[in-house]
């Protein structure tokens, strides 16, 4: 198998430690791609590749996480995608790598490859992205969004009603993504501002690709969203259904049940 190697030097970003056999009898080999931990990789987004390479071991699958930078080469065979949020310059490192490895991106997200794009990567997986001078940086085009970069930071707790339930993260964006006809959203808004702060929408979802802005980071957080992934993952991976393992998630749903339940509180009063 060609592709970047997992390795790492201590004092950058990576969660390719987090490669490992499954807990019990292996079901299977996943492929996890981080892209760009260095660039695109802040508010907590590492602990979500952490996560997710973690429960898809607890399930009964081996793991590998590649960590994908720019300039090296995607592995033959990704099965999941994750991809974090970055500063403008961030963002400005990785687009002609990005370009470089659209055409394959666009046919893996066809193809059903499950992939979370959160904040600046969600961005750069929409249509263009406009700055506040009027500049337009074209995007990927595989969520059918455009975000417009403008001078209101939209920063605090954010809930969601979605198809796996209420999920909770943290949202710190300027940019005001703005969905296209058809486009449907991750799920809608119940405290926070999502995607805009003006249309009651948060994210994008178009089959198993999904952006937003939910940082925390997000998926130790909710579980159910993490599986959802997970299983589109290991089934292409195995071109089996997905056998979940038994993971005892008291402790998140708890969180969750107790954030979500302060931050509605919140909205309701304000």
Same mark, same amino acid.
């Given at each position: 198998m060609s592709g970047q190697s997992s390795s790492h030097s201590s004092n950058e970003p990576s969660a390719a430690d987090a490669s490992g056999p499954a807990? &019990? /009898?292996s079901k299977g080999l996943v492929n996890l791609v981080h892209l760009y931990p260095r660039e695109m990789s802040i508010y907590g987004d590492l602990g979500n590749v952490r996560c997710l390479a973690g429960r898809i071991r607890r399930h009964g699958y081996d793991v590998r996480v590649w960590d994908h930078h720019p300039g090296s080469t995607l592995p033959d065979e990704p099965h999941l995608f994750m991809g974090g949020g970055g500063q403008d310059s961030g963002q400005g490192r990785v687009e002609e790598d990005l370009a470089a490895i659209a055409d +394959?991106? +666009?046919g893996l997200a066809t193809d059903g490859v499950p992939m979370l794009m959160i904040c600046g990567m969600y961005q750069l997986f929409g249509n /263009? =992205?406009?700055t506040v001078e009027g500049q337009e940086l074209p995007g990927l085009g595989i969520l059918d969004v455009t975000t417009r &970069?403008? /001078?209101k930071r939209m920063i605090g707790g954010l809930v969601v009603d979605t198809e796996w339930g209420q999920v909770v993260g943290f949202e710190n964006h300027s940019g005001?993504?703005?969905l296209a006809p058809g486009q449907a959203p991750l799920g809608r808004v119940l405290a926070g501002n999502g995607n805009n702060g003006s249309d009651g929408t948060e994210g994008a979802r178009t089959d198993n690709v999904v952006g937003c802005y939910l940082h925390g980071p997000a998926l130790p957080a909710n579980p159910p969203l993490a599986d959802a992934l997970i299983a589109a993952a290991a089934e292409h991976a195995t071109g +089996? *259904? =997905?056998e *979940? &393992?038994?993971l005892d998630d008291t402790l998140a749903d708890e969180a969750r049940t107790r954030q979500i339940a302060r931050l509605l509180k919140t909205a309701k009063a304000s």
């Open positions: 807990v &019990g /009898a +394959r991106l +666009r /263009a =992205f406009i &970069g403008n /001078a005001s993504t703005v +089996r *259904p =997905f *979940p &393992g038994e």
